[in-house]
């Protein structure tokens, strides 16, 4: 008998070896996780369905999370000392930021002081609430000095939804996409979802990322599940992204 109701499969069930490119598991140095023991957790989770290789990404947020390579190193250091005291060695950790176009943006960059992902990456974000005033000025600078932006989640930000031809300006600019995996669903909402999904059917996202903070985060991603034409259009960019970045 045919059904109205299409098969959709989990998510997480496609994302064994997955690189995961965007997260905040370092403990004690953003809104992410706030001990050692937060952290164990979150990697325990992601290893449940196979996903040991990390770039972890804290903020760099000028008066709210004033992160340097120093205090990312050390906390770095903390969770990787606790994995090898606990025999994990399967765990990889390799270290970068995302950082916020915020005023104090263009000096760290100038000052050489930005914490690129392999092979000259730079990840990116702007306020949810609206647009950096020197959005444009601060990509090009990036690009000065040799890097590559990618734009973190940019189906979160609210106010470039009804000007969706923006995102093509920004492709033609150079910039790179990456998703938030749990933009598949609606955890941050409907329109971050339709969103996520017209950005992904118009071939616009380049690499996908998790942007987990929380167990409870991990869990919601744990409960997502994908149409057929869904996993089309995100395993290409989960390969994408593992050979990137593995």
Same mark, same amino acid.
């Given at each position: 008998m045919f059904s109205f109701f299409e098969k959709k499969t989990f998510l997480i069930d496609h994302l064994n070896g997955f690189t995961d490119i965007h997260n905040h598991i370092l403990p004690g140095i953003d809104d992410g996780a706030k001990t050692v023991e937060d952290s164990?957790?979150?990697?325990? /989770?992601?290893?449940?369905? /196979?996903?040991?290789?990390f770039i972890a990404t804290p903020h760099i947020m000028h008066n709210y999370y004033p992160n340097t390579h120093e205090s990312i190193t050390k906390a770095s250091v903390e969770l990787k000392k606790e994995l090898a005291a606990r025999n994990m060695n399967s765990v990889s950790i390799s270290i970068a930021a995302e950082h916020m176009i915020d005023a104090n943006f263009e000096t760290i960059l100038k000052d050489d002081e930005v914490m690129p992902l392999e092979k000259s990456y730079l990840l990116v974000e702007m306020s949810y609430l609206q647009a950096s005033i020197n959005f444009d000025n601060a990509i090009k600078k990036i690009s000065e000095k040799r890097l590559f932006p990618i734009l973190a989640h940019p189906e979160r930000y609210v106010y470039l939804h009804p000007k969706f031809r923006k995102y093509e300006k920004y492709k033609r600019n150079g910039i790179m996409f990456q998703l938030n995996l749990l933009s598949l669903s609606t955890y941050y909402g409907k329109d971050v979802q339709k969103t996520a999904n017209r950005l992904l059917n118009e071939n616009l996202i380049d690499f996908a990322g998790s942007d987990i903070h929380n167990i409870r985060q991990l869990n919601s991603l744990k409960e997502i599940k994908l149409t057929k034409k869904q996993l089309q259009k995100i395993q290409p960019v989960i390969e994408k992204t593992n050979q990137s970045f593995y």
């Open positions: 164990i957790e979150l990697i325990k /989770g992601f290893s449940e369905f /196979g996903v040991t290789n």
